[in-house]
């Protein structure tokens, strides 16, 4: 592509403004652009086609209108990255935005609050906690078959209104670690539109509680809950999902899963690591600053 592009501005050097392959000339150096792989490959795209069509307004009138085949299908194609980007750049705007939201804040803050006293009442015999739930209003059913299953998120259910999604398919991405299995698994979890909710895991084999905490239901992990229940709760009245069928977990293949995922926005790969705990990880200086101020990361962090 570069061989290319140096002729076409060797033509161009020395043609005249009004020879008629000057704009064919300037879009197929765009062409050209589009078809590389580089940060400036858009930005100089962009350029080669604007100058393409500040050389038409030089035609000779002999030579008007002027229409080269090429000319729509690079614009289409610039149009089409450009929109992709501004979608992208939105995306993550909001991605950010999400992790300043109060109603996002409090549930997490409350869970480690909650798991706070948990972790003092392992460290301090004498300190007894007693586990206790209410019954499921509902039942959950798992499905006979997995054909024809919907998928469903957080946004596509009542947060006021007790109910089994039958025939339907949550997927979701846990992003905050259990410390206790009694009387029930408690996790944070993100659905593929990284709307936030709590989930209760009930039904499990008792005997196989530590196992799951540590090895299954660990951060980054992606689940598919079958017939998903929203439970209003009984104490507080805030949505959870509450899994009483333990046979409607279905977990992802370990390659689908966020490794090493930061604590606080969910990206993959986050290089720096709590000095304290040494479990928490995080991609940014800001997300840890974030989840220590905003999420009260102190709650959970113990020095190992």
Known sequence: MDEAIEAYRAFLAVAPKDHRKVPDSYYAMAMCYLMSVNDQSLENATKMYRMGEEAEKLQLPCFLPYDPSIKTP?????????????????????????????????????????????????????????????????????????????????????????????????????????????????????????????????????????????KVFRIGSKMNIINPYLRIGASDGKPVIRIDEFSSIMMQSESEYVVNMCRCCGAASAPYICSNCKQARYCTNECQTMDWQLYKHKLICIKE
């Open 74 to 214: 690079i614009k289409l194609q610039i149009d089409f990255i450009c929109s992709i980007e501004i979608k992208l750049s939105t995306l993550g705007i909001d991605n950010k935005a999400r992790l300043k939201d109060s109603a996002r804040i409090e549930v997490i803050v409350e869970q480690r609050q909650w798991q706070n006293q948990l972790l003092k009442a392992k460290n301090k015999p004498g300190l007894i906690s007693i586990p206790f739930t209410y019954q499921a209003r509902v039942s959950q059913r798992i499905a006979k078959s997995l054909a024809g299953l919907k998928s469903i998120t957080f946004r596509d259910m009542d947060p006021v209104k007790d109910h089994v999604y039958e025939q339907y398919v949550l997927s979701v991405t846990i992003i905050g670690e259990a410390y206790s299995w009694a009387p029930s698994i408690q996790l944070m979890i993100e659905d593929e539109r990284l709307d936030y909710k709590k989930l209760c895991i009930y039904g499990f084999p008792k005997d196989q509680g530590e196992y799951l905490i540590k």
